[in-house]
């Protein structure tokens, strides 16, 4: 996701309608309760990893973007360096 913190609001919003539409609307009515859970916890899993790179963008769009260094005689360190982050979302099967 490259969006900014404005644009994903409105998508997880919209997400989260979907999950609501998904469970009270007509496929929830000939779900079996196995195929329901199933597919209910990946869509919430990945729509709280959106949640969680919601948090990370709103926390480096509030950091300073300004060098800092890291002692005396050590090498400025940019704000890209400092706010490396790895996410490793992978699909576990239920």
């Given at each position: 996701m490259a969006f900014n913190s404005s644009q994903m609001i409105p998508?997880?919003?919209e997400e989260f309608e979907r999950l609501l539409a998904f469970v009270t609307g007509p496929q929830a009515q000939t779900a079996?309760?196995?195929q329901m859970e199933r597919s209910l916890f990946r869509q919430i899993l990945q729509l709280?990893?959106?949640l969680l790179c919601?948090?990370?963008k709103v926390r480096v769009e509030g950091e300073?973007?300004?060098s800092c260094e890291a002692g005396p005689d050590g090498p400025a360190?940019?704000?890209t360096e400092r706010t490396h982050?790895?996410?490793d979302f992978r699909e576990v099967e239920v």
């Open positions: 998508q997880l919003r079996t309760m196995d709280g990893y959106q919601l948090f990370v300073s973007h300004a360190v940019s704000f982050l790895l996410f």
